[in-house]
Each structure stands twice: as structure tokens, then as C-alpha cells.
């Protein structure tokens, strides 16, 4: 008998047990500080609260994955020499000088290259490090190229270079840059059809 009340006893104390432990479990997970939990700016290390200084006043209101990206972004702003800060700067004062709807159209076209498969990245990332490559007077020749099709030429250049494959394209960029206007304009033509 003695026995029985025993094993009773740690029958009926087994659910108490689990339910302490998983409440115990709930109030560490409760209490443990998030990734994504928002936090006080005063709360920020010396470092980062110098360089988020602008968005002192508004901290509070931006959504705690913001504020991960800002912190972010400072951290790699203090984890900078000198020289990348400047050219940083330089660039944020050519993004700010931009007009509304050219920001819009980065940000769309960044988009779509976050859509883009790993092997279309990697090729997009080698077409533009061999543009970089070239002279630049010959860069300016291409760019100059670009910009004097109208948009209906563009746009047909655009969509017949994305169907096409990549030794195609490889060799349609070939025959382009070594063309003359007019020979461009008969591609293009010929390409509509």
C-alpha cells in the first residue's frame, strides 16, 4: 500500500511538473530580448547613437525591423576608412539629388534583380565588371549609343536581349559595339520584325 501511494503521488505530480516547466519555458522566451525587439535609442551603443543622431527624435516610431537595418547601416558606417565614407557620402548626396520617379526606378529595378536566379546575378555582375573594363571613351561611345535610340528601340532592345541566350547575346554585343549607327538602326530593325 505503501507503494501504491508513491507511484500515486508521482502520477498526479507529473502534470504539475510540466506545466511548470513549460510556463518556465514561455516566461525565458518572453523575457529574452528579440532580434527584431525595438530598442530605446538611449539604449544604442556611444558609436551608433553619433552616427543615427538625425533619427534621435523619431527612433521610437520606426518598426523594429527598421531599426535593425539603421543600426545595421551604422555599423558598417563606423566599420569604414575614410575614403569609403567619402565616396559614400557622394553617393547618398547623387541619391538625394535625384528626382522622385528616378528613385522609384531604381528601386523597381533592384527589385527585379533581387528576383533574379543566382547564375542571372553572376552574369549580370560579369557584363557589368567587363563594361567597367573598357576604356573610358569607349564606355562614353556606348552610353552615348544608348541614349540616342528612341524609347520604342530601347525597349525592343531590352526585350529581345532578355529572350535571347547568353552566347546569342554575347554575340549580339559584339557585332553592336563594333557598328555603325546605321548598321545599329538596320539590327534594330530587324529585330522588330
Request: overall charge positive.
Amino acid at each position: 500500500m505503501h507503494q501504491q501511494r508513491g507511484t500515486a503521488m508521482k502520477s498526479s505530480s507529473l502534470p504539475v511538473l510540466a506545466r511548470f516547466f513549460v510556463l518556465l519555458v514561455l516566461a525565458m522566451a518572453l523575457l529574452r530580448p528579440s532580434a527584431a525587439a525595438a530598442q530605446a535609442f538611449a539604449d544604442l551603443p556611444k558609436e551608433q547613437q553619433g552616427v543615427l543622431q538625425p533619427f534621435s527624435g523619431e527612433w521610437q516610431t520606426f518598426s523594429p525591423e527598421k531599426q535593425a537595418r539603421l543600426r545595421k547601416g551604422a555599423e558598417r558606417w563606423l566599420g569604414m576608412n575614410q575614403e569609403e565614407k567619402a565616396a559614400a557620402k557622394k553617393r547618398f548626396k547623387q541619391w538625394q539629388n535625384l528626382k522622385p520617379e528616378e528613385r522609384q526606378g531604381i528601386r523597381e529595378r533592384f527589385d527585379q534583380y533581387q528576383k533574379l536566379s543566382p547564375t542571372q546575378k553572376q552574369r549580370l555582375r560579369s557584363a557589368r565588371e567587363r563594361f567597367r573594363q573598357l576604356p573610358p571613351e569607349k564606355r562614353q561611345e556606348l552610353r552615348q549609343r544608348w541614349r540616342s535610340l528612341d524609347p520604342e528601340q530601347r525597349a525592343a532592345m531590352r526585350e529581345r536581349f532578355r529572350r535571347a541566350t547568353p552566347d546569342r547575346r554575347e554575340r549580339f554585343l559584339d557585332r553592336w559595339e563594333n557598328a555603325t549607327p546605321e548598321q545599329r538602326q538596320r539590327m534594330l530593325e530587324r529585330r522588330q520584325q
